[in-house]
């Protein structure tokens, strides 16, 4: 091989480095969403680089550097399964870029993991190996010191937070410490659950719980006699112990739970492999144990005794997505971690409702990254009754539940075949062939890993990082493996003579087209990044009262991206509260915003005809212009049965169908039907009893509002002075006309 391809491959491997190493520290504090989504745009910037670089070589070479494996099948099968769910989706574009802003689990980054896997096993060499796995551990011990850190209330996020805004005290000084190194920029109580760069500290559990089986087979593998050659085995252990104690400071039972199970599977698989050999391997040994007997022991603490009654419970303390203040960003919060409902009768909830999405979308599901907008066609009932009745789920917390209802049977089956592979794999050659000690070793630290991460997401669902571990690790035991030539690794047509370059100015051509198409793909990704940036920071600023300087950043998102409904969302919010506000002063420019609104919101549902969320914001934008043009309540009813539609269980949405209505002159009894309709469907909606008890008052039956004021205040708000009052009111009525009639 000559030098110049060298240099290729030197080069993939060195961005696969920078894969490992800067992904899981990735944020930033100035989009929508902080951790994920700008992780996401990192992977695909580098699986765009590593894909061109592969090219190069390729096209350098005159040769095809794809290895065969023995997951080719399984994975072309859940990329096809994948791609047909999206082609059938009820809202493509989600599927193919994945819910905004996450896109995470889309099919575009679907494809880029495994772009990512057949880039890795094409190119890295066993030797390589080492150095990757010190990459990988190394960013895994930043992130936990950064965990640690954060449990005794020094968060790292905070400091470049705060230093970014302009902190001006002194380094390392006592102000330095209280006023910039704290945790006081996340409204999380992040002490008491620790999410590091992660943004969830179920996330953080889930990746650091994937790489302890790795870790602790690499910190006791080659001890040598001379502590200094021992170096690298002492950095992998301080990181295993370092993320052990991330784990129990994320408190997350299902990270905890998994890391059990995983640890559990390693151990006896230790055991078994050298059953004839416990002297030699001891320390290992108890090392394994160890682990598992810490882990129940500080892990479970909060939970015993009656571990299992209290697996699903929560901390009434706890939210997990984590987000600025509220005066820099938005919050956003997972409502399955914050206090209010049980999670397991939460879970329960949102489980039922996806096995019915799957009965609606057998075959093929609703489509890839569609949960959203699927869940509530068949959000149960039930759903009401919790606390959090009103948030969003665009996910079923539960990753193999998730694949069944939005990628249906298909999608499920392919989905599950890659995972025994992954897992499978690797054991079966650790217990049915005779593979080296230390891959042996390596291969079942990366099964056990994996299941692991399989416990955990069973409660969850994968992120950016988690995603990519889940596809690396098995190219990690093939790479390793390809000495034991148990399986076929070869390269595709390896076996085929290749030509001589007869025109190098060809090749020079293609090496320079390839290198536009890599430019304009990076500089695609970047736009949507910036789109995100403009759309924060347009929202940050009418938050903050800059109506106008915030219209302009949204639109400028729209420019670079205008097929993103979210933005329109947002814009057309803006529009109607400009209208509003200037409509006393100047009906001309108020005519005019309103008439932007009014497109704006339209367009919203144009791009995203099965998002919910979007029909709500057009029903506020429209009954925020009827004072201008009454003729739009009557679309607002329309709008709203069309959401109803879509969500026939919310009750939000009919509770706003019965305000509409009271509002339309001569539809005031049906506007009394569907109040009653809503408290049928919500008993504790405190807004539909107050409205039905009004409209009562109007209709003379002051009996019936007096129970719907008895009802608020006897199981909804005991001390709610409003309802105190008018409930005071009406019974002193009631007092009066009954005296008058006795005399």
């Not at 095809?64 to 399984?74: C, E």
């Not at 400009?578 to 001309?588: C, I, N």
Request: with cysteine; net charge neutral.
């Amino acid at each position: 091989m000559s030098r110049n391809n060298d240099r290729w491959q030197t080069a993939i491997i060195i961005v696969f480095h920078l894969i490992f190493l800067t992904i899981p520290l990735f944020f930033t504090w100035v989009n929508e969403e902080l951790f994920e989504f700008n992780k996401i745009i990192l992977l695909y910037m580098y699986t765009i680089v590593v894909v061109s670089l592969w090219a190069g070589r390729m096209i350098s070479r005159q040769r095809i550097f794809v290895r065969r494996t023995p997951f080719d099948l399984p994975l072309a099968l859940f990329l096809v399964s994948q791609v047909l769910s999206t082609i059938f989706s009820m809202h493509p574009r989600t599927s193919f870029f994945g819910y905004y802003t996450r896109f995470n689990g889309g099919l575009l980054s679907t494809l880029s993991y495994i772009a990512l896997f057949y880039a890795f096993v094409s190119n890295v060499e066993r030797p390589h190996l080492k150095k990757i796995f010190v990459t990988l551990f190394g960013s895994a011990l930043l992130v936990a010191l950064m965990g640690i850190a954060e449990h005794f209330g020094h968060s790292v996020s905070c400091l470049l937070i705060n230093t970014a805004r302009g902190a001006k005290e002194t380094p390392l000084s006592g102000a330095w410490f209280q006023n910039v190194f704290n945790d006081q920029c996340w409204i999380q109580d992040v002490q008491n659950r620790v999410f590091a760069t992660f943004g969830q500290p179920n996330w953080l559990a889930a990746y650091a719980i994937t790489l302890l089986p790795l870790g602790m087979v690499l910190s006791w593998e080659n001890w040598q006699k001379n502590w200094r050659k021992n170096i690298p085995n002492i950095f992998f252990a301080v990181t295993v112990l370092l993320l052990f104690m991330t784990v129990i400071f994320t408190k997350s039972r299902s990270g905890i739970l998994g890391l059990v199970v995983g640890c559990g599977v390693f151990g006896l698989g230790f055991c078994w492999l050298h059953r004839q050999r416990y002297k030699k391997y001891l320390f290992p040994s108890f090392f394994v144990v160890a682990f598992l007997v810490l882990t129940v022991t500080f892990g479970f603490s909060d939970y015993l005794p009656n571990y299992g009654e209290r697996l699903f419970q929560k901390h009434t303390s706890a939210a997990t997505t984590a987000t600025t203040t509220p005066t820099t960003q938005s919050t956003t919060v997972n409502s399955l971690e914050t206090g209010g409902s049980e999670s397991g009768a939460i879970r329960r909830v949102v489980w039922t409702g996806a096995v019915k999405v799957w009965e609606r979308y057998p075959i093929f599901g609703s489509g890839v990254e569609t949960f959203a907008y699927a869940y509530y066609k068949d959000r149960p009932m039930a759903h009401n009754l919790l606390s959090e009745w009103d948030f969003l789920y665009n996910k079923a917390h539960n990753q193999f539940l998730n694949y069944l209802a939005t990628t249906g049977a298909i999608g499920f089956l392919a989905y599950m075949g890659l995972t025994c592979m992954g897992v499978g794999l690797p054991l079966w050659f650790v217990f049915k062939k005779k593979l080296p000690e230390k891959t042996a070793l390596a291969a079942l630290a990366i099964s056990s890993g994996l299941i692991a991460l399989n416990i955990s997401n069973f409660f969850g669902f994968s992120t950016v990082m988690v995603d990519v571990l889940w596809f690396l690790f098995p190219a990690f035991f093939i790479v390793m493996s390809m000495d034991a030539r148990f399986f076929s690794v070869e390269y595709a047509g390896e076996n085929e003579a290749v030509s001589e370059q007869t025109f190098p100015w060809a090749k020079n051509i293609t090496l320079g087209f390839l290198f536009l198409i890599t430019v304009g793909a990076l500089g695609a990704v970047y736009s949507w990044w910036r789109a995100d940036y403009l759309f924060a920071n347009g929202k940050a600023l009418i938050q903050s009262g800059y109506l106008g300087q915030g219209v302009d950043e949204l639109q400028q998102a729209i420019d670079i991206s205008p097929n993103e409904g979210t933005y329109y969302d947002e814009l057309s919010s803006t529009y109607a509260d400009l209208a509003s506000s200037v409509a006393d002063s100047d009906a001309t420019a108020a005519a005019k915003l309103a008439d932007q609104a009014y497109l704006t919101a339209n367009q919203m549902i144009v791009l995203n005809p099965v998002n919910v969320n979007f029909y709500k914001t057009k029903v506020r934008v429209l009954l925020r212009l009827a004072p201008l043009q009454p003729a739009l309540l009557f679309e607002a009813k329309d709008t709203l049965n069309h959401a109803i539609d879509l969500a026939p269980t919310d009750p939000k949405l009919a509770y706003f169908l019965g305000i509409v209505e009271l509002g339309i002159k001569g539809e005031e009894p049906e506007a009394v039907q569907q109040l009653e309709k809503v408290i049928a469907m919500k008993p504790n909606y405190e807004p539909a009893r107050d409205s039905l008890a009004q409209e009562y008052v109007k209709l003379g039956r002051i009996q019936d509002a007096i129970a719907q004021y008895q009802y608020i205040l006897q199981n909804i708000s005991p001390d709610s002075a409003t309802t105190k009052k008018a409930l005071a009111d009406l019974e002193k009525a009631v007092a009066t006309m009954s005296a008058k009639l006795k005399r």
